[in-house]
Nanobody
Framework: QVRLVESGGGLVQPGGSLRLSCVAS????????MGWYRQAPGKQRELVAT???????NYADSVKDRFTISRDNAENTAYQQMNSLKPEDTAVYYC?????????????WGRGTQVTVSS
């Protein structure tokens, strides 16, 4: 079983920064993709950013040039640096990982971390 634990959320003023972390643990053989999604109250969960094992990343248009996703493959950890935060970035941020575990493939979610942008 693969488990994801997110951390780094909190309350920040508009224009501020936060750094989220997601650590994967369990019988992991390899992780193909890690990503961040978010869900605001009353809205559907949406993609924020993803990164593949080779480093290729993908961002939602709403966060391009403000958020940066990265990963440490040796530590099975993904990060998301969030700068110039806006009130509309307020949401629960979920980590997702997909890959190969022992003995099967996996696709799993973390429990989420709250990010609130408010003055």
């Amino acid at each position: 079983q693969v488990r994801l634990v997110e951390s780094g959320g909190g309350l920040v003023q508009p224009g501020g920064s936060l750094r989220l972390s997601c650590v994967a643990s369990g019988s992991i053989f390899s992780i193909n993709s890690m990503g961040w999604y978010r869900q605001a109250p009353g809205k559907q969960r949406e993609l924020v950013a993803t990164i593949r094992s080779g480093g290729t990343s993908n961002y939602a248009d709403s966060v391009k040039d403000r958020f940066t996703i990265s990963r440490d493959n040796a530590e099975n950890t993904a990060y998301q640096q969030m700068n110039s935060l806006k009130p509309e970035d307020t949401a629960v941020y979920y980590c997702n990982a997909q890959g190969r575990a022992i003995p099967t493939m996996f696709a799993t979610w973390g429990r989420g971390t709250q990010v609130t942008v408010s003055s």
